[in-house]
């Protein structure tokens, strides 16, 4: 199995978590983006819209990190980050989505504004990062009451809802979001269980 990305790209670190998680043995071709390799013409035939990661498994092609981590968990010997019961799958679909569609886009714009944005030599727009932070109180509050229920999303079972959350996160952590984050107990402490796992460890580089 070949994963074509970067190893600071918050999408390829799904995919990485996961393959870690698994155990999996696995080719990391690290694409530049700052000199828009995954714009080639290569990276384009496996990855059309011209994004990272993408990954080819024995002729196998497929994009988008949160179909990726599905793919892998399903076809990778080792332990399960999927449910088995139907509940159990449903609630974990629901909190990638929430990633997904709510939790994603302000932390991702705080992270890009703060950290990315600056590291190409532009301005972070402070105006788009208080906004973010508006909407991310929200979703934490969410995220903090649920949290307070179990040690993961789904649960005692580390699952890929959680994984989903680790890579924004973690770069949240060097922004001025994170006192908002570590300020919910119930996110706090799970913050605390999971990025000290020893598979996001080696993804993170700690």
């Known amino acids: 199995m ?3 990305g970067s190893a600071m790209s918050t999408c390829t ?3 990485l978590a996961t393959l870690a998680e698994k155990q999996a043995s696995y080719e990391m071709v690290e694409l530049d983006f ?3 390799e995954h714009k080639s013409a290569e ?3 496996r990855q059309p819209l011209g994004q990272m990661p993408s990954l080819e498994d024995n002729g196998f092609v497929l994009f988008e990190s949160r179909a990726m ?3 892998i968990d399903e076809t990778v010997t080792g332990h399960a980050l999927t449910p088995r019961d139907p509940k159990g799958r449903a609630l974990m679909e629901q909190w990638i989505s929430v990633e997904s569609d709510d939790y994603n886009p302000a932390i991702s714009t705080i992270v890009g504004q703060e950290l990315f944005v600056p590291m190409m030599g532009g301005k972070t727009d402070t105006a788009k990062v208080e906004e973010a932070k508006t909407k991310l109180k929200g979703v934490v509050a969410v995220l903090d009451k649920h949290l307070a229920k179990g040690p993961h999303f789904v649960g005692d079972q580390f699952t890929l ?3 989903t ?3 924004y ?5 060097n922004t001025s979001a994170k006192d908002m984050l570590l300020g919910h107990a119930g996110f706090a402490a799970w913050w605390k269980r999971v990025s000290e796992r020893a598979s996001w460890k080696k993804v993170a580089g700690k």
């Open 69 to 71: 981590m599905r793919y």
């Open 43 to 45: 990276n384009l035939a």
């Open 34 to 36: 700052r000199k828009g």
């Open 161 to 163: 809802a959680d994984v």
């Open 2 to 4: 070949k994963i074509y």
């Open 13 to 15: 670190r799904r995919v």
């Open 165 to 167: 959350y680790l890579p």
């Open 169 to 173: 996160t973690e770069y949240a952590m």
